[in-house]
């Protein structure tokens, strides 16, 4: 494939992400999570840009990158994140709930493995 050819697929991919933001935030949970999955198996090989609005949509996956008044916050682990009592990772994991909390933690220590 040619390099012309590779970045235009690249581009349609990333294009391809931001507009399956905009038409997943109004989703059900579970509608979310199924194109979620859906999106992970067809680009396991790749490189992927999420912009979520749900924390269990990001919580398995290899980083995490938050933002804060549009400036970068923290990048790391989301197991790293919500272990760090000081991170605005594990502030916003918190303020979901007990049992949510939980289970954010979950899914980091199992995609960490």
């Known amino acids: 494939m040619s390099l012309d050819r590779y970045s235009c697929f690249q581009g349609c991919r990333l294009i391809l992400s931001m507009c399956s933001d905009e038409a997943s935030s109004a989703l059900d949970s579970e509608t979310d999570a199924a194109i979620a999955t859906t999106i992970r198996d067809a680009f396991r090989e790749s490189t992927v840009l999420t912009i979520a609005h749900r924390l269990r949509t990001v919580a398995d996956f290899d980083y995490v990158l938050v933002l804060h008044d549009g400036q970068v916050a923290e990048f790391d ?33 199992k995609s960490a493995a």
């Not at 272990?83 to 502030?91: A, C, I």
């Open 77 to 109: 682990k989301p197991i790293r994140l919500i272990d760090n009592t000081s991170s605005r990772y594990h502030k916003l994991c918190k303020a979901a709930g007990r049992a949510e909390f939980r289970h954010l933690r979950e899914m980091g220590l």
